[in-house]
DNA sequence: AAATTTTCCCACTTTTTACCACCAAATCTG
DNA sequence: CAGATTTGGTGGTAAAAAGTGGGAAAATTT
């Protein structure tokens, strides 16, 4: 079993639009991963290869029209990234649209996979949500 | 069956936000641990790499956005933690705003996992708290 | 072919991490 | 019971790694 990304990281987007990816989200990722629109919220979904193939698999499992306009509109957006020696990585514009990201960005690790906020959005969704307002469903997660 | 995780220790966070973490609990939690937000009060919880796991794969069971958003809430906070050749790890400051933590803390064992309190939360959740107030839970209990 | 854009790499700065040495407390031994 | 030894805890320093800005080369466009 590989392990768990987890974790929060800052960083920012310079200039000419790289942001660094956290070297603890990276060793566990691998040395190039997939960058798609986030479903459930305004973000950057980050996959390991394998885990895109999975994504994309699901995708095509999706019957009819409304199965090509969703592979057509999400895999668009999608962009294989392999960091620099420095390990940065670069941001495609229209991504970079969909999660609004401004300069200052947050990256979190969700397990199987990573995500790049705006930190403002970031830190709106804290506010939003807090541990308290989950505690009904987090009574039967207790060890 | 591995030990079971007891007792009380007090420590204190220095300048670098380091504390040593009691060498009886490291005997048995092993050589790297994971610190996460603690749910029904303000402290951090310690998890063995096993535990760590169990706890990730019941979070991943809760479906919907709100299993996504507890995921996101609690993940981003999680840390993997090894420490250092003296015995101590360091608190991320997140996990510190989140646990309340000052200077002197207080770890205790809760058998499967860890906790670290502030020490200042600590004595109170003790005054509140008191074993005959719990006694009609503790009758079921002689051995 | 020139200019602009993109990609890649170098070097400096800052942060992090690992290690070393000292101090205190507890334990062991004569 | 007292000195000695070991173990755990703390502060500080040095080395390593990560992050950032900038510049050169390659590629693309006009």
Redesign the pocket.
Known sequence: MEATLCGS?E??I?V?GR??F??KLRDILGPEFYLCIGHDDKFIAVYSPEKFEEYQEKLSSIPGKKGSDLRRKLLSCCDRQ?P?????I?IPPQLRKHALLEKDVVVIGASNHAEIWDKKLWDEFNERVTVDDLSDALEDLVL
Not at 84 to 88: A, C, L, S, T, Y
């Open positions: 990281y960083h920012s310079d000419k942001m660094s956290p070297t392999i620099d020696k420095q390990g940065r670069l």
